[in-house]
């Protein structure tokens, strides 16, 4: 009867130790797991924020693009309109001063 007790004993331990082993095992599972989550969660902001800069990047080179096109035709606009300026201005004077002068 001794024996048996003392089998069960041992057959007891061995279950305790194999549910220990099966518990560690569990957690360095858990832990490896949540390693990779914030492995992989790390990556995917690095690239989210590579692609932002990117798209910042693209943006900005676009805005200044059209703000040097804008400048560019501002500039055409302000140098037609001296030109047409310089050519008729003996005219328009002429016209005013003969509105002035002349009462028509």
């Known amino acids: 009867m001794e024996d048996l007790i ?5 057959i007891d331990r061995g279950a305790q130790k194999k549910l220990t082993d ?22 995917i ?5 590579a692609e932002v800069a990117q798209l910042q990047k693209d943006s900005d080179a676009r805005v200044q693009a059209r703000s040097e096109e804008l400048k560019k035709r501002y500039a055409d606009a302000v140098q037609a309109l001296d030109e047409s300026y310089q050519q008729r201005k003996d005219s328009l004077v002429d016209a005013i001063v003969q509105r002035c002068v002349g009462g028509e």
């Open 6 to 10: 003392h089998n069960l004993l041992e």
């Open 22 to 43: 099966a518990e560690t095992q569990r957690n360095q599972i858990l832990d490896s797991l949540e390693e990779q989550q914030q492995a992989l969660s790390d990556e």
């Open 45 to 49: 902001l690095a690239t989210a924020k």
